[in-house]
């Protein structure tokens, strides 16, 4: 299966020399429109967005959920880590073992 990651065009470029398809986005709805052509095209197995991405689609990603793939992850962007990617993962550990264990 494919990787995605989909983002501002300075936080993913990075990721083409690893051969992942990169979808630079700028406006919330070319956004929006692109995590539907990522779910609906069936290759993808992940999909990553950054996290300031994340937080604007979260609805968006919410809404999609349900799906088994593509597995979605949120990563720091140029910008820096805002801490989305690891409340995420807590959630979805919580969700899964039904405790929250990577609190401290």
Known sequence: MKIAILGSKDSIMGFRALR???FSVYEQ?????????????????ILFITED???K?????????????????????????????????SRIVEKAVGSDILSN
């Open 29 to 45: 709805s070319e956004a929006e429109k692109m995590i539907d052509e990522i779910y609906n095209n069936k290759e993808y197995g």
């Open 53 to 55: 991405w994340m937080e």
């Open 57 to 89: 689609l979260k609805t968006k990603i919410d809404d999609l959920k349900n799906a088994a793939l593509p597995a979605v992850i949120a990563i720091p962007g140029v910008q820096g880590a805002t801490g989305a990617g690891n409340k995420e993962i």
């Open 20 to 22: 992942l398809d990169c």
